[in-house]
């Protein structure tokens, strides 16, 4: 058991290396990984990597679940760092804790939200991480909803797309609005265009003060969703 228990620690120490090393080639090289390149870094021979990961698909999905995981930890703190009637606060709070995440992480942010990595298809483990950083808007929305403090626009959506929503509420909140939902949506997509485009660095030259030009953006998307000003 005593033995057992060593190999456990050193297989994961192995592996925390591996995809340690395997992030300094992401901030270089980005997504195209070569396991060839990591072991090479690591002292190993090629073939020793394939013990612990058997593919490089393999080891680009250990750091997505990974990256993931780290921003939706980092939304949820920062959601609950704030007074749950504030969801204007509670919005700003977890806007400005995806930015800082991803000025951070670069390489991570553009693994989950650059460009799809050729040939590779994310697997359904996947999913549920990536979930969590929209899960807190929908949680904001919930419970402005709920407390009556979150009036829902009352405004059409086209019958194909309220559908979808309608669907899509039914699997993270049933009864909430599809056009509430929409608009939180938008919002969502908004902060993470934002984001890429300053990351990307689309927007530094003409946009320099790009701190205060984010909460202005941000709040801009706190008015479309109808969060309001007061607590």
């Known amino acids: 058991m005593v033995a057992h228990s060593i190999r456990a620690r050193v297989r994961a120490g192995m592996i925390d290396e591996i995809k340690a090393v395997a992030r300094r080639h992401l901030a270089t090289d980005g997504a195209n990984l070569s396991l060839r390149a990591v072991a090479r870094d690591m002292g190993m021979v090629s073939s020793a990597i394939y013990r612990y990961f058997p593919s490089r698909d393999d080891l680009l999905t250990a750091l997505i679940l ?14 609950r760092s704030c007074d749950r009637d504030d969801l204007r606060g509670r919005w700003h709070a977890v806007c400005r804790a995806a930015r800082s995440w991803a000025l951070a992480h670069p390489a991570e942010y553009a693994l989950l939200y650059g460009s799809p990595v050729p040939g590779y298809a994310a697997p359904d483990d996947t999913i549920e991480p990536a979930q969590r950083p929209p899960l807190v808007l929908v949680g904001i929305l919930r419970d402005g909803v709920t407390s009556g403090r ?4 009352d405004e059409e959506v086209p019958e194909p797309v309220r559908a979808d929503l309608a669907e899509l509420a039914a699997g993270l909140v049933p009864g909430l609005p599809e056009a509430l939902l929409a608009r939180g949506m938008a919002g969502w997509t908004q902060l993470f265009g934002l984001i890429s485009f300053e990351l990307f660095g689309r927007i530094n030259r003409a946009l320099p003060h790009r701190d205060e030009y984010f909460d202005h953006q941000t709040a801009l998307m706190a008015d479309l969703i109808g969060l309001p000003r007061e607590p």
């Open 66 to 79: 990974e990256a993931y995981e780290a921003l939706g930890d980092a939304v949820e703190a920062a959601d």
């Open 150 to 153: 979150l009036t829902p626009p």
